[in-house]
């Protein structure tokens, strides 16, 4: 098993008990047209519209009892056609990795121009640990659509806004669909009283994604935005707070946990 999967799949859920930073929504259908999947720590999102599922993320390699879930939000995974990845990490692409299960096999991908250098093995993900740099493990399928910052997609009468927003990963992106629904990915944490950068720990340039963080929100001041959907904290409608701390990294300890709703141990729900 590659390095960065054993650590998603066996380290991080071990070491995470207790710290309470993660808290994701549980899979159902949420509203007429936003659904989602939850695995463990992170969430798979769909919005759905005139009979058109779209997909945003993948979530881990090779989660077990998916057909379960996508039971439970009556989709069939078959028919997604589209599948648009925040970023590459494992916890967000391993769903679609060639050497695992791919859960949307009949998907066109879609994943930001600047995050290939990261499926291309070019670039390193992980360079914080001393003495030691990792490389992100994930491989997509070939036919993956590289996108740019302020591409809009119309399918099926949805609208599909791609918005850069660097410093989790040099490829991260945001989705606006419709004007409404934010899909933020990993650049925001987001607890009880707001929005904050995302942790320091994960995130591969921090000051990069403040100043990213502000672009968003000036981006964002003359929209509707009703939800949001977040890649580890969940769905969230107090949109006045989204960016209330945004110049400051969330943190978690447990003596002082990031969200004290967030579960003790997230593979257990």
């Keep these: ?57 993948s979530g881990h390699l090779n989660f077990p009892g998916l057909d379960a879930e996508f039971a439970k939000i009556k989709v069939d995974p078959l028919r997604i ?40 093995g070019e670039m390193h993900r992980i ?7 990792i490389k992100n493990c994930v491989r997509l399928k070939e036919g993956y659509r590289l996108i740019e910052d302020g591409e809009i997609f119309w399918i099926d009468k949805i609208k ?23 899909i933020s990915g990993d650049c925001l944490a987001i607890n009880q009283n707001g929005g904050y950068a995302f942790f320091d720990f994960f995130t591969q340039f921090p ?5 990213s963080l502000e672009r968003l929100e000036k981006l964002l001041s003359d929209k ?19 960016f209330a701390f945004r110049e400051q990294s969330a943190t978690f300890s447990r003596s002082n946990p ?5 579960p003790r141990d997230f593979t257990k729900y």
């Design 81 to 120: 056609e589209y599948l648009f990845l925040t970023h590459a990490d494992v916890d967000h692409a391993g769903g679609v990795d060639i050497s695992g299960n791919n859960i949307f096999p009949n998907a066109r991908i879609h994943v930001g121009k600047e995050e290939e250098q990261y499926l291309k």
């Design 127 to 133: 360079t914080k640990l001393k003495f030691i740099k």
């Design 207 to 211: 000051e990069m994604n403040k100043k």
């Design 160 to 182: 599909v806004e791609a918005i850069h927003v660097p410093g989790h990963t040099l490829g991260h992106y945001c989705y606006l669909i419709d004007e409404k629904v934010l």
């Design 224 to 242: 509707n935005i009703e939800s949001v959907c977040s890649g580890h904290s969940g769905f969230r409608t107090d949109i006045e707070k989204l």
């Design 1 to 57: 098993m590659k390095l960065l999967y054993f650590f998603d799949e066996y380290i991080k859920p071990r070491v995470s008990r207790g710290l309470k930073f993660c808290n994701p929504t549980n899979s159902g259908i949420l509203t007429e047209r936003i659904s989602c999947i939850r695995q463990n720590d992170v969430n798979i999102w769909f919005y759905n519209k005139n009979g058109t599922v779209i997909a945003f993320d």
């Design 258 to 262: 990031f969200d004290k709703e967030a």
